[in-house]
T-cell receptor, first 107, second 119 residues
Framework: DIQMTQSPSTLSASVGDRVTITCRAS??????LAWYQQKPGKAPKLLIY???SLESGVPSRFSGSGSGTEFTLTISSLQPDDFATYYC?????????FGPGTKVDIK | EVQLVESGGGLVQPGGSLRLSCAAS????????MSWVRQAPGKGLEWVAN??????????VDSVKGRFTISRDNAKNSLYLQMNSLRAEDTAVYYC????FGGGYMDVWGKGTTVTVSS
């Protein structure tokens, strides 16, 4: 199985900050990576697919990059609505696997 | 409005069975892969299983193989997860999700249904 790791596990930031979250895969997954945002008690929301494609309706302050084994999710200017937990997920091969999550909280 | 609504969760004893359902609306259900994803209390997301549009392909995470069965009824716009031989570690919120690109990533999620396995 492909193992996904994320760093940091927790990130404290302020409104307006540029935030970067890193996701690493235990083997190459090409660009078959998605990013999700989840708020407490809510279902995940798709942000990015194929490593860098922005899902329709998602604000342009979110962007994704990377390929192979290293990926990043960047929020260019953190907004109050962005405080949440973020997960990466590989879909290169079964079983699909998620990273452990990165919680973005208020500094 | 595109919507997924799960049902069927509850409290069950270890070794017991439960069948989850997911009712889809607002899109052509038969055109999409569908998935189940779960989240144990206070933990991260775990992909559980998915099924192709016509039900001809099904995939599972190893921890549920032989115990869980995913199925669908396109005439009823419904997805199911039959869960047998339940264990305490199956306790989680179970989400139904619509898959894109061969079911690889999930663009529409239900609100989830809670399964608790305890004596």
């Amino acid at each position: 199985d492909i193992q996904m790791t994320q760093s940091p596990s927790t990130l404290s930031a302020s409104v307006g900050d540029r935030v970067t979250i890193t996701c690493r895969a235990s083997q190459s997954i090409s660009s078959w990576l998605a990013w999700y945002q989840q708020k407490p008690g809510k279902a995940p929301k798709l942000l990015i697919y194929k490593a860098s494609s922005l899902e329709s309706g998602v604000p342009s302050r979110f962007s994704g990059s990377g390929s192979g084994t290293e990926f990043t999710l960047t929020i260019s200017s953190l907004q109050p609505d962005d405080f949440a937990t973020y997960y990466c997920q590989q879909y290169n091969s079964y079983p699909f696997t998620f990273g452990p999550g990165t919680k973005v909280d208020i500094k | 409005e595109v919507q997924l609504v799960e049902s069927g969760g509850g409290l069950v004893q270890p070794g017991g069975s439960l069948r989850l359902s997911c009712a889809a609306s607002g899109f052509t259900f038969s055109s999409y892969w569908m998935s189940w994803v779960r989240q144990a209390p206070g933990k991260g997301l775990e992909w559980v299983a998915n099924i192709k549009q016509d039900g001809s392909e099904k995939y599972y995470v190893d921890s549920v193989k032989g115990r869980f069965t995913i199925s669908r009824d396109n005439a009823k716009n419904s997805l199911y997860l039959q869960m047998n031989s339940l264990r305490a570690e199956d306790t989680a919120v179970y989400y139904c999700a619509r898959g894109r690109f061969g079911g690889g990533y999930m663009d529409v999620w239900g609100k989830g249904t809670t399964v608790t396995v305890s004596s």
